[in-house]
């Protein structure tokens, strides 16, 4: 299986779409796309990192997983990263025919502890993210 990868048009018009439809409030509204950093296409192109031949996340999991955590917590835009995060880990699993079952509440608890997780221990958080990933992830249902 070939794996997709979201690139900045997907984030426009999937990531950030379905953010501001689940997600935002009118107490703590989304940032608009176009407000966004370069650390965005830094946590989009995450999941493609090799070193010599060999990529550093080879499953869809690992590449899953860091995307969440990139997006998360490099902050790329102004407001909303923690909820464009959660969507762009569902529109990437979307995109290679996979789905998250999970409540919206967990989702929103995985995503507040890997924004207050300490930068010190991304190893640590990226296992517990994969470990709940494989927890809720099932193929899409046709």
């Not at 796309?33 to 080879?58: K, V």
Request: charged share 25%; aromatic share 8%.
């Amino acid at each position: 299986m070939s794996i997709k990868y979201l690139d900045m048009e997907l984030m426009q018009n999937m990531c950030h779409r379905l953010a501001l439809k689940v997600f935002d409030t009118k107490d703590d509204p989304i940032a608009c796309f176009e407000d966004h950093s370069t650390l965005l296409e830094s946590a989009i192109n995450q999941p493609r990192q090799t070193f010599g031949e060999n990529e550093l996340y080879p499953t869809l999991i690992d590449k899953a997983a860091i995307l969440f955590y990139g997006i998360n917590k490099n902050h790329p835009f102004r407001n909303g990263n923690k909820r464009i995060s959660a969507a762009s880990l569902i529109v990437f699993l979307y995109i290679n025919d996979m789905q998250i079952n999970a409540s919206k509440q967990e989702i929103v608890d995985m995503t507040l502890y890997v924004a207050k997780s300490p930068n010190n221990e991304m190893e640590e958080v990226l296992n517990d993210i994969k470990l709940w990933i494989k927890g809720h992830i099932a193929p899409l249902e046709e």
